[in-house]
């Protein structure tokens, strides 16, 4: 790296006990670019220290032995202007190889501000893409040109261009016919003669044969007037009685029985269905690599009356779960906490879900429950909405994909700062929504209010 590029490189602290994958976590910041101005054990660091070095990044490598001393250095590393990046300390220690060179390419997407994750010469062409509209013409292009210097230029020459015959000028001595106006055509015109003017005669109506006599002086009414007319004849069409059913004899019992399948008990049923179906509706996020970030991001977008349980699924190594409901409490208004079997979901929740505990639908609404089952099976789809995140498990495309046809809500992560795009970007070729951690939470909140 040149000087150049180390002063314009950003600033990096990577906070880790040293070991392995400190060592491992410094090789990758120092190949993706980024200038290293901070490397602590964070149970020894000073928050003083780390606001004075001004990093523009945090990268930490979590263990759980740092969970008190992530808690101490809390106020300096909610900064506005940081951004954090945590890390599996294992999983940093273990990767080495093309996973290393991968998870490197995609840190430096992330210091540089681009979302280039590819090795070099796999770069994506930039193709032209066809524009709307007509493709210009020759007269566009000369629209404001100056033209007065071509038009004297061709008068001057006037004489000079050759002629055809058939626009060739008279012969001298033979001019050109005069032309008449229209009102020396028009009295050039014959007079045409003027009808007689007399007084208009009807022509002479045919006599009557059988005339009827006179109607008295009586009666008015003349045969044959539109006095007699009728709407009906006497040969009209008369439509026959229509036949009345035989009686049926029906028991009381049978009418009581009517009755309650007509009003009280249908709508009882139909009452407690809807209430049932109105409770199962949740949002879940999947995520893996990368994916603490991208779920911080999401839930401290969402507001404090979002009216929808929201479950986050992300597989981590150990099973530390409690330490992630630790980090997302930090940064999201919403209540977080560990799902236990047997605990009923409620609104406007964040529950993180650990092994071996799914989700089932009862009568009352969600539930967490002892197994593995898919949760997507559990929810009503169309009120609920599934967000593939950083990381999110491919396996898990097809199902995704078979809850929106029942008419779930699917998006994934896009852009900036998704290390691990694989999952997001099927959804994405399939045409479903993708953008940021934060415009996908907007979204959450429009389609849950609507």
């Known amino acids: 790296m040149s000087a150049s590029d180390r002063s314009t490189a950003r600033p990096v602290a990577l906070l880790a006990r040293p070991g392995v994958a400190r060592d491992r976590l410094r090789e990758a910041v120092l190949a993706a670019g980024g200038a290293l101005v901070l490397e602590e054990d964070p149970g020894a660091l000073d928050p003083a220290v780390l606001q004075a070095v001004g990093p523009a990044m945090v990268l930490v490598a979590l263990e759980p032995a740092l969970e008190d001393a992530l808690e101490r250095l809390a106020p300096a590393l909610e ?26 390419r995609h840190l430096a997407a992330k210091l540089q501000g681009h979302d280039q994750v590819l090795p070099p010469g796999q770069e994506d062409e930039a193709l032209p893409l066809p524009e709307p509209g007509m493709p210009e013409r ?46 020396e055509l028009m009295a050039m015109a014959p007079a045409r003669a003027e009808p007689a003017t007399g007084p ?29 007319w009728s709407l009906l004849d006497d040969d009209a069409y008369v439509a026959p009685a229509a036949a009345v059913p035989p009686a049926v004899a029906v028991a009381p019992a049978q009418i009581e ?16 269905a809807d209430a049932g179906a109105a409770a199962q509706g949740a949002v879940l996020l999947l995520a893996g690599i990368g994916g603490p970030d991208a779920v911080r ?26 330490n992630l409901v630790k980090q997302m ?6 209540p977080v906490g ?13 529950y993180v879900l650990q092994d071996g505990v799914g989700v089932t639908a009862q009568a009352g609404g969600l539930c967490f429950a002892d197994g593995t ?30 809850f929106a046809e029942r008419g779930g809500w699917v998006a994934g992560q896009s852009g900036d700062g998704c290390y691990d795009p694989e999952a997001a970007s099927q959804l994405a070729v399939a045409g479903h929504p993708a953008g940021p951690p934060e415009y996908l939470a907007g979204e959450l909140v429009q389609r849950s209010y609507g």
Do not use: C, K
């Open 257 to 272: 029985a009517a009755d309650a399948i007509d009003t009280g008990a249908l709508s009882l049923v139909a009452l407690e």
């Open 338 to 350: 560990l799902a236990e079997a047997g605990q009923a979901l409620e609104a406007s929740n964040v």
């Open 200 to 228: 208009a005669v009807p022509p002479e109506l045919p006599p009557l044969e059988d005339a009827p006599a006179p109607a008295a002086a009586g009666n008015p009414t003349l045969p044959g007037s539109f006095h007699e």
């Open 373 to 402: 089952a898919p949760v997507l099976q559990a929810l009503a789809a169309d009120r609920s909405a599934v967000v593939m995140l950083s990381g999110a498990d491919p396996l898990l495309v097809p199902e995704a994909l078979a």
């Open 297 to 322: 991001r999401l839930l401290g977008a969402l507001p404090d009356d979002f009216p929808l349980p929201v479950l986050v699924q992300m597989r981590l190594d150990g099973g530390r779960y409690a």
């Open 79 to 104: 900064a506005p202007q940081l951004e954090l990046m945590f890390e599996e300390a294992e999983l940093a220690a273990r990767r080495e190889g093309w996973d290393a060179q991968r998870w490197t």
């Open 329 to 334: 409490s930090r940064v999201a208004v919403l």
């Open 138 to 183: 020759p007269a566009e292009r000369h629209a404001d040109a100056p033209l007065q210097f071509h038009v004297e230029e061709a008068a001057q020459h006037l004489d000079e261009v050759p002629v055809d015959t058939l626009y060739a000028p008279p012969p001298a001595g033979h001019e050109r016919p005069e032309v008449l106006s229209f009102e």
